[in-house]
């Protein structure tokens, strides 16, 4: 198969972002929007300021909507197709969870976490099947996963699992919908974001998280979006079914900070 000239140009092609208003969302986005893609995304509340690319001359459209409500993901798909005619890349973006102690989180809120991070990405998957599964092409699903699903994960048991059953739809989804759909995750580790300081600390707590890190630094947003951009490009035409981690290389083993051993303190 030869590859067009310019892979990552996206032009003519439709793509969806789910949270795509904010954080990593709106980074994906934007992204996209500067490859030349027709970009719709959605979520809960309208942002502030439109995500544009990054020359300002192209606007993604907004769709509000609650992706754990299956009427709501039905009228972002309706919307998208009725724009380009066909949706070429889902972005399962939004997701999330807030701290919460193991023993004493309420049911409803697991329901909640388990609903954002893992049946909202199943819903729309769902929902963007019948076009992709049919059009020219076919079409690319991409999962933005996280290393919380990878590892054990304190203070948040319902988004680590919800994360390890993405990263599952992930491999099952790419066996039973293609070859005409591809299904990828990006196992995103520590990043910097708006909210970075709620997880990581301050400046100091944030560069001694970095430096367990092969890479030495926190993880952009962009380092997230540019691999998202080439998983669904003709670059991974062969890539299916996995989880691709984008985590600076993952965290060193903790135990030597604690081992007297030759390897140790």
């Known amino acids: 198969m030869a590859l067009p000239d310019a892979p990552l140009d996206f032009t003519g092609r439709s793509?969806?972002?789910?949270?795509?208003?904010?954080?990593?969302?709106?980074?994906?986005a934007t992204?996209?929007?500067?490859?030349?893609?027709?970009?719709?995304?959605?979520?809960?509340?309208?942002?502030?300021?439109?995500?544009c690319s990054t020359d300002g001359t192209r606007t993604a459209a907004f769709v509000a909507a609650d992706v754990r409500d299956p009427d709501q993901v039905a009228a972002v798909v309706a919307a998208?197709?009725?724009?380009?005619g066909r949706i070429d890349v889902l972005v399962n973006n939004a997701g999330g969870a807030p701290a919460a102690e193991s023993a004493t989180v309420s049911p409803r809120f697991n329901e909640k976490v388990i609903a954002l991070n893992l049946t909202a990405p199943m819903t729309f998957s769902q929902a963007v099947h019948p076009a992709m599964s049919t059009q020219d092409g076919g079409g690319v699903i991409v999962n933005v996963s996280s290393v919380s699903g990878t590892r054990p994960n304190p203070l948040g048991v319902a988004y680590g699992a919800a994360k390890a059953g993405l990263e599952n739809m992930t491999l099952t989804l790419a066996h039973e919908w293609g070859p005409a759909i591809r299904v990828v995750a990006v196992t995103v580790g520590m990043i910097v974001t708006e909210e970075s300081a709620a997880f990581y600390g301050d400046a100091d707590g944030q560069a001694a998280v970095a430096g367990n890190l092969a890479a030495g630094r926190l993880g952009r947003p962009d380092d997230v979006a540019d691999m998202v951009l080439a998983l669904s490009s003709p670059l991974a035409r062969w890539v299916t079914g996995t989880c691709v981690e984008v985590h600076g290389g993952g965290e060193g083993p903790a135990y030597l900070d604690d081992a007297t051993g030759p390897g140790g303190a």
């Not at 998208?80 to 380009?84: D, F, K, N, P, V």
């Open 80 to 84: 998208a197709l009725e724009r380009s």
């Open 15 to 28: 793509v969806v972002v789910t949270g795509g208003s904010r954080g990593l969302g709106r980074v994906i």
């Open 31 to 51: 992204s996209f929007l500067d490859a030349g893609a027709d970009v719709v995304t959605c979520a809960r509340s309208e942002p502030a300021e439109p995500v």
